[in-house]
């Protein structure tokens, strides 16, 4: 089914029917790679005068059937040459990096750094706070004010070889009560207002004051609190800003975008319980059947003993039951797998009715979601119209979308959502990316059923994986409010988790050309592990299959070595008005401080680079581009 009458659809559903969407027949992996459209091919990177490759002849894998008569060239990036990794950097571009990394060092600098940057606000004058912020802060880890001012500089990165994630990070600021009381007021349906008590709504899916407030223990994400539809109109518009100017600033930019900016997340809310509910059902079920012990796609349900058990559970009347499976090719082979099932919630037949499920704790049956107001309803289908116009402009400009990820109690719903546009927009080449956090104990199951799906329709996989933002958030809540802990016991366990979820992926980029992958990390270990896999696959950098992404302002030890050695890297690129951007900035030093205390890398390297160039005569370097 299209992605725009499954758009139609949910918004007609008054109940949280939506149309179904059936699954492609194929199950097999590919073991030989489909040849590149002409679309894709790009022209080879440069790589004259660069320092950092070592090239040796070396047997790898290619797209072709007889790995024996192919060879390609092993490269290393030496990530210790400071001379490639700043060649970019005038000196006081050097020294700004020194002076604002070693401010980041100072806990009281930190975390007062809001209120300093009010008070020197009112000390200096608008003129000069602004001036004083260039030179610092804001110079470092803020391209410009608008879409015009940070032209420059993104094409001296491209001339480096280092693309743009183009980021426009201006948010509300709000005091701790006007967020929570915004969140309270937009995630709560009419329904829940009128009967607080009604239904069996779980825990992590209802808001929570004490919660409200989603900026806490968060420092590397924007924060959206919904206002009202106009609002999301303008983040919108915003949005498309966004993108045309990536459009006309490279040919293959990214832009990001995040849902919650986009409408009323009571929506996000109810249909990520929708979806998790779901998915409980199916296990539920499996372990029934004895299959508990097994992967989330290895477990297939024996189709007639399934349809035994919905019957004497009383989901509905066996004739029912049986129209649920036929059809087209679902239940044809006699089990069913995750993918088809979560097929079936989209369906809209006698279950919903379709989302009545049972409560593994009651065993009885319930409905998974509220009935939503006329308004609620418009506001939701509002919603799925501003992305896929989003998704529409992404397209026309040429542009990739990379939908950003979010708490965990919104993310079933953000995913399944960023799967629809996929699905329609992906046909042709990968325009659309998802995130996935590695930190969640679930994200390697995430990883391979999204691959799965796309594999058997067909589609383009894109994905970014992240380590995660929101981990003390998340702790908290779980803790505080009394469900599992969805975050990885420790770093390590992430560090696994990233690298498991990478090579899945990368296998599938070695097998199919049709998945692409974003290594979004300042860890250098992640970045040669993945350069190593990908020597080890035959993966060229210059198909534009695996790219590295950065923020900007950090690592570029690691960015602009890759850039000069033909890897496509991207810095996400965050841009406003000074006074505007003061919140993403304050964030920006919080999450540095912890980074600069656990390492002395960077700032090492920065001072290694500025005494060469000193020592050199070079003291009024410029680079040359």
């Avoid at 200096?124 to 030179?135: A, N, S, T």
């Avoid at 990214?254 to 919650?260: D, E, H, Y």
Wanted: glycine share 6%; proline share 3%; net charge neutral.
């Amino acid at each position: 089914m299209s992605y725009t009458k499954f758009v139609a659809s949910l918004a007609r559903a008054k109940s949280g029917n939506i149309n179904k969407i059936r699954i492609s027949p194929s199950r097999c992996l590919s073991t030989v790679a489909s040849p590149k459209s002409q679309e894709e091919k790009e022209p080879q990177r440069q790589l004259e005068g660069c320092a950092v490759v070592d090239a040796a002849p070396v047997e790898l894998i290619s797209q072709t059937k007889n790995a024996k008569d192919v060879r390609l060239n092993r490269i290393h990036i030496d990530f210790d040459n400071t001379e490639e990794a700043y060649k970019s950097k005038n000196n006081i571009e050097l020294l700004r990096s020194l002076l604002v990394f070693n401010l980041c060092r100072i806990d009281i600098l930190v975390e007062k750094n809001k209120g300093l940057m009010e008070l020197s606000k009112k000390l200096l004058g608008q003129r000069l706070f602004e001036k004083l912020m260039k030179m610092t802060f804001y110079g470092q880890f803020v391209a410009g004010e608008d879409h015009n001012a940070i032209k420059p500089l993104i094409h001296k990165n491209q001339a480096f070889g280092v693309g743009a994630v183009l980021d426009y990070s201006v948010e509300e600021d709000l005091t701790q009560e006007e967020a929570e009381k915004k969140e309270m007021d937009s995630c709560v349906s009419e329904a829940e207002k009128e009967s607080p008590g009604a239904g069996h709504r779980e825990k992590k899916y209802k808001a929570h004051r004490q919660f409200g407030d989603r900026r806490g223990g968060v420092i590397s994400a924007r924060t959206y609190f919904y206002a009202d539809e106009a609002k999301c109109d303008n983040q919108m518009e915003t949005f498309i800003n966004c993108i045309k100017a990536s459009g006309g600033a490279s040919n293959d930019g990214f832009s990001a975008i995040k849902m919650t900016a986009l409408g009323r997340p009571q929506f996000l809310l109810q249909f990520s319980e929708v979806l998790v509910k779901w998915r409980k059902f199916f296990n539920f079920l499996a372990a029934q059947q004895g299959k508990s012990d097994m992967t989330a796609l290895e477990k297939r349900l024996e189709l007639e003993q399934l349809k035994e058990s919905l019957t004497q559970m009383g989901v509905a009347a066996r004739d029912d039951i049986e129209n649920w499976f036929t059809g087209e090719k679902l239940g044809l082979s006699g089990t069913i797998d995750l993918l088809d099932w979560n097929s079936l919630i989209n369906d809209t037949t006698k279950m919903s009715n379709l989302l009545m499920v049972p409560n593994l704790e009651t065993g009885q049956l319930e409905s998974l979601s509220n009935k939503f107001t006329a308004e609620e309803e418009s506001q939701m289908k509002r919603m799925l119209q501003r992305v896929d116009i989003l998704a529409k402009h992404a397209l026309e400009n040429g542009v990739r979308l990379m939908v950003d990820a979010e708490q965990t109690y919104f993310q079933p719903a953000i995913s399944r959502l960023t799967l629809e546009m996929q699905r329609k927009f992906n046909r042709e080449k990968p325009v659309i990316f998802n995130t996935y956090q590695c930190y969640l104990k679930e994200a390697y199951d995430n990883v391979t059923l999204d691959v799965e799906l796309s594999r058997r329709e067909g589609w383009y996989f894109g994905a970014k994986l992240v380590r995660g933002a929101y981990m003390y958030q998340e702790r908290a809540r779980a803790q505080e409010i009394g469900y599992e802990d969805p975050i990885n016991p420790d770093y390590e366990a992430t560090n696994r988790m990233y690298h498991k979820c990478l090579e899945y992926v990368l296998e599938e980029i070695e097998h199919n050309r049709k998945a692409n992958v974003m290594v979004a990390t300042h860890n250098e270990d992640t970045v040669k592990f993945t350069l190593e896999k990908m020597n080890e696959m035959g993966l060229s950098p210059t198909e534009n299959k695996v790219y590295f992404g950065q923020l900007l302002g950090m690592c570029d030890q690691i960015s602009f070595p890759l850039g000069q050695a033909g890897f496509p890297v991207y810095k996400y690129v965050p841009y406003g008005p000074v006074n505007e951007v003061i919140p993403y900035l304050s964030r920006r030093a919080q999450e540095n401080r912890g980074f600069m205390k656990g390492s002395q890398r960077e700032r090492s390297l920065l001072w290694n680079e500025l005494r060469r160039r000193l020592l050199g005569g070079q003291i009024f370097y410029k680079p040359v581009y």
